[in-house]
């Protein structure tokens, strides 16, 4: 196997990919907190996920995927009330539809999702662990506190300690008796009417940054290979879980390489409510098939920022749609393509520059442009090539593209347009073309159009969005 080189957020340079000795590659990536419905940023974190894991695993490299669901959380609390329902029982409910959004986008590699409420005991020991070292402490009437100035290495992954107005926080880390501006809550002692666990620590309820190192250790230990997520939660998310888990268990780095996926924006703005340019998935899947969104994704480096807009959408819509006729063509030639073995093409360059891109930090629109240069170098003697390199052609394109979650389905042809096409040949070689060009009318009228080619007529629908089986 080629050696795969990830940037690391931590160490700001590319490095190889981890490959712990007799284990499977220990990845976590911080899943939803599941108040509101999926959008299509998470969706954006989730996909290229998704991606990773499957291309890495398509290697041979077994990977152990966990991510973990917020499912208790201020937020939560707060909606709950709003909606005048049991805030655990709202959050199983924001829980299946997220599965849900994330079937439907073709995310499926994950090996096991972790709810914080079934990782309470697993928090509480690390709080206590992080009492007993003397990094946390207690409010009284409050909660339990990280104590940020006895960590000297806060702030070594963002390179900052101070937060920023910018910054996705939780309100369960308020309180002005804190020591440091900084602290963040580990246990909050609940008010009534809130959920509550009883502990030694006092009856109450986790805070947000625990909840990933508490579930992380109980898969994987106290360090693993790699940690992903949006790069909005770097800090103080992330910051917080290196101070937890580096000061619990005092074992460093916690976690060897940290991976952040960039923005998605909608229109140049950060996605809001107000603004009215928030998109959820559900919204998007109502317009789009999961295949567009996922061409989009992975038509971005995953570490850059994407400005989604109806645009992008339609663009992805007209690639996909030359795949799909470049496909098309491939297989009439297959089965109508001339019976003398032609012209041979050779896709070995091709196939280690697609490697050779993903290996690189994981570069899927480099290697979505060799798919294209593949097609745009043979599509003017496709005609031309011998079978054996159409099908090995098809197979190319096809399996990377199956890899990439971007299924390519093609339209499926009428017996009456094939048998209409069929007669309109005829026609033609008997010089009838009169008739043939009835016939050429006839077809087009159901929605079909027909080019002659050396081979025969190649017939594929006008209007790809009618026909299209990936499409809404
Ligand atoms: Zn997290």
């Known amino acids: 196997m ?130 007993r070292r003397g990094v946390a ?74 909840e990933d190192t508490a579930i992380s250790e109980h898969f994987f230990g106290p360090q693993y290979d790699i940690h992903g997520g949006g790069l909005d939660l770097k800090f103080p998310h992330h910051e917080a879980e290196i101070a937890q888990q580096e000061a619990a268990s005092g074992k460093v780095p916690f976690v060897k390489i940290w991976m952040h996926t960039g923005m998605l924006t909608v229109g140049g703005e950060k996605m809001s409510k107000s603004l009215g340019n928030f998109i959820t998935a559900q919204q998007f899947l109502a ?43 491939l297989k009439f030639v297959e089965t109508e393509g001339a019976k003398k073995p032609l012209k041979k093409f050779s896709l070995l360059s091709y196939a280690r520059k697609w490697e050779a891109t993903l290996a690189d930090d994981i570069n899927t629109p480099q290697a979505l442009g060799v798919l294209f240069e593949v097609m745009r170098t043979v599509n003017p003697f496709l005609w031309q090539l011998n079978s054996r390199s159409i099908r090995s052609l098809h197979a190319f394109i096809t399996s990377r593209f199956a890899l990439l979650g971007i299924p390519i389905s093609l339209p499926s042809r009428p017996s ?31 929605g079909y159009t027909i080019e002659d080619t050396p081979i025969g007529p190649f017939v594929w629908p006008a209007n790809p969005k009618h026909q299209n089986p990936n499409s809404k």
């Not at 911080?30 to 959008?39: A, E, K, R």
């Not at 707060?78 to 029982?89: H, S, V, Y």
């Not at 005829?426 to 009228?445: C, G, H, T, V």
């Open 287 to 329: 317009a789009h098939s999961p295949a567009i969104f996922r061409f989009i994704v992975l038509n971005h480096h995953y570490r850059s920022p994407i400005d989604y807009d109806e645009k992008l959408a339609l663009a992805a819509e007209e690639t996909l749609e030359g795949v799909r006729l470049f496909l098309g063509k």
């Open 137 to 210: 402490y207690k409010i009284e009437g409050d909660g339990y506190y990280f104590d940020i100035a006895r960590f000297p290495a806060y702030g070594k992954l963002s390179r900052r300690t101070a937060l920023a107005a910018e910054d996705a926080v939780s309100r369960i880390d308020e309180s002005v008796e804190k020591r440091n501006k900084g602290d963040f809550c580990l246990w909050k002692f609940s008010k009534p009417g809130e959920p509550v666990w009883n502990s030694p620590l006092g009856a109450g309820r986790p805070g947000w940054h625990i």
């Open 2 to 131: 080629r050696p795969i080189r990830i940037w690391n957020t931590l160490t700001q340079k590319k490095e190889k990919l981890p490959s712990p000795k007799g284990q499977p590659l220990r990845l976590f990536v911080c899943g939803p907190t599941v108040y509101d419905s999926t959008h299509i940023g998470h969706v954006r974190t989730y996909v290229f996920f998704d991606f990773f894991t499957k291309y890495l695993r398509s290697l041979g490299c077994e990977v152990r995927y966990i991510q973990n669901i917020t499912d208790i959380d201020d937020k939560i609390i707060k909606r709950a009330a709003q909606e005048g329902t049991d805030p655990l029982i709202f959050s199983k409910g924001h829980t299946k539809s997220y599965f849900a959004d994330m079937k439907r986008f073709g995310v499926d590699a994950v090996t096991t999702y972790a709810p914080a409420t079934k990782f309470i005991s697993e928090i509480i020991d690390q709080v206590q662990r992080l009492v």
């Open 416 to 446: 009456k347009i094939s048998s209409l096409a069929k007669k309109r040949e005829e026609m033609r070689r008997n010089q009838q073309f009169i008739q043939s060009d009835a016939l050429r009318k006839q077809i087009e009228e159901l």
